[in-house]
């Protein structure tokens, strides 16, 4: 089992399918059990459980609000 990955809000993250609109690049916007994202192409809102949303990041684009938090 890979360690948990770091997840912030606002973290910009390429996933490895891409959405219906054919965007692979979404925006944390919810932390919780489920992580919320917004597809930066579309602009539609998803809720994906934490585990499914770690093993389909492809790479992080640019980290959200990691610094004020650590
Ligand atoms: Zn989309």
Request: with cysteine; hydrophobic share 35%.
């Amino acid at each position: 089992m890979p360690p948990p990955i770091p997840l912030y809000l606002n973290d910009v993250v390429q996933l490895r399918k891409p959405h219906a609109c054919g965007g692979d690049t979404w925006q944390i916007v919810r932390l919780g059990a489920d992580i919320g994202l917004q597809c930066a192409t579309c602009g539609r809102r998803i809720l994906l459980p934490r585990a499914t949303l770690e093993r389909r990041i492809k790479r992080f684009v640019s980290r959200g609000s990691a610094g004020e938090l650590e």
